[in-house]
Every structure is written in structure tokens, then in C-alpha cells.
């Protein structure tokens, strides 16, 4: 089991700046990839960041030049910094922890979703 803790959401105005934080707890795993996901209302699942364990990173043409994941490996935790915040990127956003146990088996574990709103 992984125990992932978000943090960092909240209210902004248009072309504010906000930096969300995803904790995971010690385990078995190794770290294979950890990304963030948003889901708006009426809306599904979208991938917004990936940073990998070969820190390649990869992110949704909407939020291109404006967001950056990143990872500090000491402190197990990923952060997304989301800068020039726009009101479509109003969403709960969450963080998934992809861990691996064996050359062939990966295990995903979701942190809560924290809150993001962008509004004059």
C-alpha cells in the first residue's frame, strides 16, 4: 500500500500561480512514474503531467510552457507548478503514485484530489 498525500489547491485568479505537492508514504515499491490527472465537471480523466523514473517528462498540449512537474526523490514527493493559471484549468487534480515490484509488474495508487479554481 502507498499512502499518497496532495496539497497545495486552491482559489487563484486568472494568471496566478499555484504548486501542488503529492507526498507518498515508504514502501516496497520503487518509483516508476508519477503524474497528475484533473477532472472537471461533466468531464472525463485527463492526464495533465508524467515525470518518469528516467526523469523524462511529458504533458497535455493545453498546459505546454505553462506547468512543470518535477519530483525530489529525498522527500518521495512530486510537485506540479502551475504558473499563468487559466479558468479551464479549473479542476480537482489528482496525483498517481505508478510503483514497480518486478521487471514486469507496475501498481498505481491515487492520492485524494485537491481542489483547483481559477476565477476573477
Known amino acids: 500500500q502507498v499512502q499518497l498525500v496532495e496539497s497545495g489547491g486552491g482559489l487563484v485568479q486568472p494568471g496566478g500561480s499555484l504548486r501542488l505537492s503529492c507526498a507518498a508514504s515508504?514502501?516496497?515499491?520503487?518509483?516508476?512514474?508519477m503524474g497528475w490527472y484533473r477532472q472537471a465537471p461533466g468531464k472525463q480523466r485527463e492526464l495533465v503531467a508524467i515525470i518518469t523514473s528516467g526523469e523524462s517528462t511529458n504533458y497535455a498540449e493545453s498546459v505546454k510552457g505553462r506547468f512543470t512537474i518535477s519530483r525530489d526523490n529525498a522527500k518521495n514527493t512530486a510537485y506540479l507548478q502551475m504558473d499563468s493559471l487559466k479558468p479551464e484549468d479549473t479542476a480537482v487534480y489528482y496525483c498517481?503514485?505508478?510503483?514497480?515490484?518486478?521487471?514486469?509488474?507496475?501498481?498505481?495508487?491515487w492520492g485524494q484530489g485537491t481542489q483547483v479554481t481559477v476565477s476573477s
Open positions: 515508504e514502501s516496497i515499491y520503487r518509483f516508476y512514474a
Open positions: 498517481k503514485f505508478t510503483g514497480k515490484l518486478a521487471t514486469i509488474s507496475l501498481y498505481d495508487y
